[in-house]
């Protein structure tokens, strides 16, 4: 069965430092991958996801990621983070073939202090 | 806003009782998922509904029903509430067949609280 692990439960980070959250998938078929966000209060958005092609993938508010094939990773990055990124960080992946089902990650709480 | 919206917002219940949630997709989209998020953890995928038949399944019992409509919203069901179901109810639309990938948009949820 697919697993996502999602290293880091918890993050503090000072504002303007850079960000890194892990998210590693078990899974050896093509798959699709996806970083979701949960701001306090909100419903779950979609930041970005990787579909093919460059594995380099920009999303919204200056995140990327970077979809590592050999690693069966897909690590999200900002390089400085602002207090208005605190939040719950989602990694999600997606078999290509097939009936396809989101799985989560238990997620990362990220707490930037201004 | 992605344009899925839920209702109600809130609901509590007690233990053996059932309860109907329901989710209207965003414009355009025919596949309506629904998950299951419990506190500290990621949502965990209950079912699936494309054009009105359910399309597949996750592990939860038989106590968790579905339905799709014509105008593809969704209900959720849940029969003989314990209390390990209270959570967050998660729905989510997209539409495979839009030639752009199966992404799926999240609507805010249903807090549901079972004592």
């Known amino acids: 069965a697919q697993s996502v692990s999602q290293h880091n439960h918890h993050v503090i980070l000072s504002e303007a430092a850079s960000l890194e959250l892990g998210c590693n998938y078990s899974?050896?078929?093509?798959?699709?991958l996806f970083w979701y966000v949960q701001y306090p209060g909100q419903h779950l958005q979609l930041l970005l996801k990787y579909f093919s092609g460059d594995p380099l993938v920009k999303g919204i508010k200056g995140f990327e990621a970077e979809f590592i094939k050999s690693k069966f990773s897909f690590n999200l990055r900002k390089p400085s983070v602002q207090w208005s990124d605190t939040a719950e960080y989602f990694c999600?992946?997606?078999?290509?073939?097939?009936?396809?089902?989101?799985?989560f990650g238990t997620g990362t709480r990220l707490l930037v202090s201004p | 806003e992605t344009g899925v919206t839920q209702s109600p917002t809130h609901l509590i219940k007690t233990r053996g009782q059932q309860v109907t949630l329901r989710c209207s997709s965003q414009?355009?989209?025919?596949?309506v998922s629904w998950y299951q998020q419990a506190l500290g953890q990621g949502p965990q995928f209950i079912f699936q509904?494309?054009?009105?038949?359910?399309?597949g399944r996750g592990n939860f019992p038989p106590r968790f029903s579905g339905l799709q409509f014509p105008n593809y919203s969704s209900e959720l069901n849940v029969n003989a509430l314990e209390l390990d179901d209270s959570a967050l109810y998660l729905c989510a639309s997209s539409s495979p067949t839009s030639g752009r990938g199966d992404t799926q948009y999240f609507g805010p949820g249903t807090r549901l609280t079972v004592l």
């Open positions: 414009s355009g989209h025919n596949t």
């Open positions: 999600a992946v997606r078999r290509n073939t097939g009936f396809q089902k989101l799985v």
């Open positions: 509904y494309y054009r009105e038949e359910e399309n």
């Open positions: 899974y050896g078929g093509t798959v699709n």
